[in-house]
């Protein structure tokens, strides 16, 4: 089993790359929650809809999120009632939240309801929300706190991000799917999703990095940062406004911090020169070739991440 942890459209694709890539239901998907929000008495789940359109081949090809073809009719007629319909969904998406909210308010745990969508689509890899309980993202701006979705969508991550929060993590629980999932893993990967605000609420639900650090599975990181830029996103900007260096190097330095927590990164050949600073963190690096964009990139770069994990994880066998 293949474990996940994937956040918006970056770790989506490398999801996507791995499901084609291993045997059908050989993959778990841990995804971020904290930029979920309420809208129209409807839960919305930005990052959950992102990996499971993208796993079932309905996403939208150019902006990576919402389902390909979708029609925008209902918010049209949100617009004409004198609604501001600043979140762009989709008619077919709004089905999604629907009957995803119907779920909640009839008792199903997030966790639930997922994998009753999920599997409506034909995915047969498993969905998992970091947690059922409420985590929000706050961004800290020169202009005062924003809920994240306001930072991100209606002010377009304008703003300089100078702290983030993610408010409820203290007391969000583990799922019991979750840690059934990091303790049957062979291997971990941490996508190439925004490592602050997208693997950071994650990685900060209590419970999860003891479960990762007792697991003997390898954990291996995607950089997001090519080339000193987020291939898509304020990664870039976030990292710059919160002190760390703006490279795969930063991100290295990042994971690093998490004492151990990861093996490895994997980074692009535009950043090679970057390796032996990698190296000096206590990652092992491989460089190749990090940007996907159609299926086949994605279960290349999906497969190149197994075989080194593969490597590091008869490594960590030949030490013990
Ligand atoms: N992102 C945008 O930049 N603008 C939108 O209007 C927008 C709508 C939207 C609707 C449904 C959905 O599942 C995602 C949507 N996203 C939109 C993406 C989303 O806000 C972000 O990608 C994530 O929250 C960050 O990972």
């Known amino acids: 089993m293949i474990l996940a942890l994937a956040g918006g459209v970056g770790g989506a694709k490398l999801a996507q790359g791995l499901a084609l890539a291993l045997p059908p239901g050989e993959l778990s998907v ?141 007391t969000a629980r583990l799922p019991d799917g979750v840690a059934a999932a990091v303790a049957a893993a062979e291997l971990v990967v941490l996508c190439p999703s925004n490592p602050i605000v997208s693997l950071g609420p994650i990685l900060a639900v209590p419970g999860l990095r003891a479960a990762l650090a007792a697991s003997a599975a390898p954990v291996v990181a995607v950089s997001p940062i090519v080339g000193g830029r987020a291939l898509k996103g304020p990664a870039d900007r976030m990292l710059a406004t919160l002190g760390h260096e703006v490279s795969a190097a930063g991100v290295a330095a990042l994971y690093a911090g998490f004492h151990g927590l990861v093996d490895a990164l994997v980074i692009d050949g535009a950043d090679a020169d970057l390796a032996p600073r990698i190296e000096a963190f206590g990652l092992r690096a491989l460089v190749t070739s990090t940007v996907m964009g159609d299926a086949d990139d994605r279960r290349r770069l999906a497969r190149e991440v197994l075989a080194f994990g593969r490597q590091l994880a008869l490594a960590g066998s030949e030490v013990r």
């Open 30 to 170: 841990v995804v971020n929650t904290a930029d979920d929000f309420e809208l129209y008495g409807l839960r919305i789940c930005p990052d959950l809809d992102t990996v499971l359109y993208t796993l079932a081949g309905i996403a939208d090809p150019v902006n990576g999120w919402g389902i390909a073809g979708d029609t925008h009719h209902a918010l049209g007629q949100i617009a004409a009632y004198g609604r501001d319909p600043w979140f762009r969904l989709g008619d077919r998406d709004i089905a999604t939240h629907i009957l995803r909210t119907e779920r909640l308010r009839q008792g199903a745990t997030l966790t639930e309801a997922v994998a009753e969508l999920a599997a409506a689509c034909g995915v047969a890899s498993r969905l998992l929300p970091m947690t059922d309980d409420p985590v929000a993202t706050l961004v800290d701006t020169p202009g005062g706190r924003l809920a994240f979705q306001d930072y991100f969508v209606a002010r377009r991550q304008r703003d300089d991000v100078l702290s983030v929060v993610f408010d409820g993590v203290e």
